[in-house]
């Protein structure tokens, strides 16, 4: 059963960066298209960015220009680089491997990311 572990969440003040990190196991994992997702108290799961196989990206207008999604296809991980964060960021962030023809999608169990001073 393949497995998704995130790590890299943390407190962090206004305008400070942070880097996420998504480690898949498993084979084939250049195939599989990737993405961040988040969700803040009260509020439903929220795309947050995407990345195909082939390294095509997408993002969230709330977050574009300020995050950056990757993938280093060889370590079975995928990465989330945060700048600028402010304090509507904070949030639980899942990992997601998206669903195929055959193969139901799968998530992470999340990360916490705290933006406060």
């Known amino acids: 059963q393949v497995q998704l572990v995130e790590s890299g969440g943390g407190l962090v003040q206004p305008g400070g960066s942070l880097r996420l990190s998504c480690v898949a196991s498993?084979?084939?994992?250049?195939?599989?298209?990737m993405g961040w997702f988040r969700q803040a108290p009260g509020k439903q799961r929220e795309l947050v960015a995407t990345?195909?196989?082939?390294?095509?990206?997408n993002y969230a207008d709330s977050v574009n220009g300020r995050f950056t999604i990757s993938r280093d296809n060889a370590a079975n991980t995928i990465y989330l680089r945060m700048n600028s964060l402010k304090p509507d960021d904070t949030a639980v962030y899942f990992c997601?491997?998206?669903?195929?023809?055959?193969?139901?999608?799968?998530w992470g169990q999340g990360t916490q990311v705290t933006v406060s001073s």
């Open positions: 997601h491997r998206a669903a195929t023809a055959t193969e139901d999608d799968v």
């Open positions: 498993g084979s084939s994992f250049s195939f599989y298209a």
């Open positions: 990345i195909t196989g082939g390294g095509s990206t």
